[in-house]
């Protein structure tokens, strides 16, 4: 029988070091992502990593790790975990992890301008109002992340909220105990991508996240989360366009999309015609993200550029054709940038970036 996942090739080398070193975990619908990272001599240092992908979520459409519908599989989570860290054999055993954001919600609150004692106590009667459960149930956090003067001359102050179901919370703490790892700090996926794609640039951004199973649309302005969006339209769905139109494995189909992507010249125009469908399918949830942005958020600044993120930035020729559709700079994800890291891994450089930028902006906020 066909071992139904793959190793992305992590690297083992001797580690010896007192510098306390972190791991971030990147739970996604499909895969796990670890990275292992210490304080090294000018940037915090990449000392090993270790991706875990499933092969049978191909096959099987409705096979996830965890789904929308905020279910987790535990026991698959629990052991893929265990055989990533027996392959990567850390020396910590320290994490830090990310929600998705449907496993969350989030929203933006605008309230006049007054003390901090008085704006906790706004925040928490008005989360009420938003918050579409019982408070009891959710753990709540907030950041300020903009302001503006009306047209009266009156201040106002944007705070993004942020609520977990407390459930959730418990089942990933469990599932780090019964790994045998020590979760320490737990935050959705939003903040660790503008930590490790943005960092404290001031410039109007757009991240597009492109999973196997959900595409999630962040806007970062002035170094901080503003907004975001969730979509179905994933690289899982390229896929399932090409085996079905082709008539072909959903296996052979993944390979042909990483081969040749949406290029769109030569023998490669068939394949890209059958896709472009649900890339502009992200594309255009981008463009809704942006139109609630500006809806909802007094004062919303233009946004200037986009950065590529998760398995789909790998897609040949998305960059172009994002850049062509959003008119605005697209760029793939380069969060090694933030880091040092052993000369082994500068090859796949490329590749990496994407994929582990979740998990490497949550190792970040323990450098910082």
């Known amino acids: 029988m066909q071992n139904p996942f793959k ?13 306390p070193s972190y791991l971030g ?19 915090p240092q990449i000392l090993n990593y270790a991706i875990l992908e499933s092969r049978s979520s191909l096959l099987r459409v409705n096979t996830a790790l965890q789904t929308s519908a905020l279910k987790l599989f535990e026991r698959e989570i629990i052991d893929l975990l265990k055989a990533t860290i027996a392959h990567m054999k ?3 055993r320290e994490a830090v992890a990310s929600f998705p954001i449907f496993s969350a ?10 003390s901090k004692s008085d704006l906790e106590k706004s925040i928490a009667f008005q989360a009420k109002q938003y918050i579409p459960v019982p408070i009891s149930e959710v753990a709540i956090d907030w ?62 951004t757009f991240i597009i996240d492109i999973g196997s199973r959900s595409t999630v649309v962040v806007i970062a302005d002035k170094g901080t989360v503003h907004f975001s969006g969730q979509s179905d339209f994933a690289g899982a769905s390229l896929t399932q366009a090409l085996s079905s139109s082709l008539n072909i494995n959903p296996l052979r189909a993944e390979e042909l999309k990483k081969e040749r992507g949406i290029i ?34 007094p004062g919303a600044r233009e946004i200037e550029r986009a950065i590529l993120s998760g398995g ?4 040949l020729g998305i960059e172009k054709y994002v850049q062509q559709r959003l008119g605005i700079p697209t760029v793939k994800a380069a969060p090694l940038l933030r880091f040092e890291y052993p000369p082994g891994i500068e090859p796949l450089a490329g590749e990496l970036n994407p994929l582990l930028s979740v998990a490497l902006g949550l190792t970040l906020r323990e450098f910082s």
């Open 143 to 204: 950041m300020k992340v903009g302001e503006y003067r009306d047209e009266k001359g009156f201040n106002y102050q944007q705070i993004f909220l942020i609520s977990v179901p407390r459930e959730q919370i418990a089942r990933y703490q469990r599932i780090f105990r019964e790994a045998g790892m020590n979760l320490g700090t737990l935050e959705i996926e939003n903040l660790s991508l503008t930590r490790a794609l943005v960092g404290a640039d001031q410039t109007p």
């Open 7 to 19: 190793f992305l090739q992590p690297l083992r080398f001797l580690k010896q070091t007192i510098t």
């Open 25 to 43: 975990v990147d739970i996604g619908t499909t895969s796990v992502k670890v990275v292992e990272v210490k304080q090294g001599e000018r940037l």
């Open 90 to 92: 850390p020396q910590t």
């Open 312 to 315: 789909g930035a790998n897609l």
């Open 105 to 114: 919600f989030t929203t933006i609150l605008t309230f006049p301008e007054m």
């Open 264 to 297: 769109g010249t030569g023998p490669n125009y068939e394949l890209s015609t059958i896709m472009l469908p649900f890339v502009d399918g992200i594309i255009n949830e981008v463009k809704r993200v942006q139109f609630n942005y500006k809806s909802q958020v």
